[in-house]
T-cell receptor, first 110, second 113 residues
């Protein structure tokens, strides 16, 4: 079966840094995605990792270790608008079947 | 540019009534299309995917069905809704890997009463 685990909720202060961890055990691996989802809205793409290492995109960075089945999303200089659910998703087939974790609700406080 | 449209945005239906949710994609041809459901506080569950007209694969057994009558149209249906069918339904189009993965429609909030 597919198993993708991430914490349920994290709280951080505006301007701080938060790291959301994701561990996975899946039947196949062709890449890992992070999505942001605000309440009542569709998920939007944040990052994609297929090789080990760190990918940086502005305030957001994502890391992957395939040997450990582990990824994290790093959010820097937190802003109130970053309060949302962050979804870790693994591409288990070469052509596009994404399996999602349950999401991590990040709450940013003033 | 590619866009994905999904409707309706919200729906309240009684138990036992039928369902039809529609998704259309513009600006691309022969897309891979997906239907996901998100129950309250849960992750996205893949329901159906389609790699072409008339080609439907089901991920989980349930009383829902999907059809793809045209290249850029994907429909989710049910003959008789159950309370457990309530949730947030999302249609997705598979974009270029590494450039965004899925592009999601705006979603349909279905409440079965």
């Amino acid at each position: 079966g597919q198993n993708i685990d991430q914490p349920t909720e994290m709280t951080a202060t505006e301007g701080a840094i938060v790291q959301i961890n994701c561990t996975y055990q899946t039947s196949g691996f062709n890449g890992l995605f992070w999505y942001q989802q605000h309440a009542g809205e569709a998920p939007t793409f944040l990052s994609y990792n297929v090789l080990d290492g760190l990918e940086e995109k502005g305030r957001f960075s994502s890391f992957l270790s395939r040997s450990k089945g582990y990824s994290y999303l790093l959010l820097k200089e937190l802003q109130m608008k970053d309060s949302a659910s962050y979804l870790c998703a693994v591409l288990t087939d070469s052509w596009g079947k994404l399996q999602f974790g349950a999401g991590t609700q990040v709450v940013v406080t003033p | 540019s590619q866009t994905i449209h999904q409707w309706p945005a919200t729906l309240v239906q009684p138990v036992g009534s039928p369902l039809s949710l529609e998704c259309t994609v513009e600006g691309t041809s022969n897309p891979n299309l997906y239907w996901y459901r998100q129950a309250a506080g849960r992750g996205l569950q893949l329901l159906f995917y389609s790699v072409g007209i008339g080609q439907i694969s089901s991920e989980v057994p349930q009383n829902l069905s999907a059809s793809r009558p045209q290249d850029r149209q994907f429909i989710l249906s049910s003959k008789k809704l159950l309370l457990s069918d309530s949730g947030f339904y999302l249609c997705a189009w598979e974009g270029l890997q590494g450039e965004g993965g899925y592009t999601f429609g705006s979603g349909t909030r279905l409440t079965v009463v």
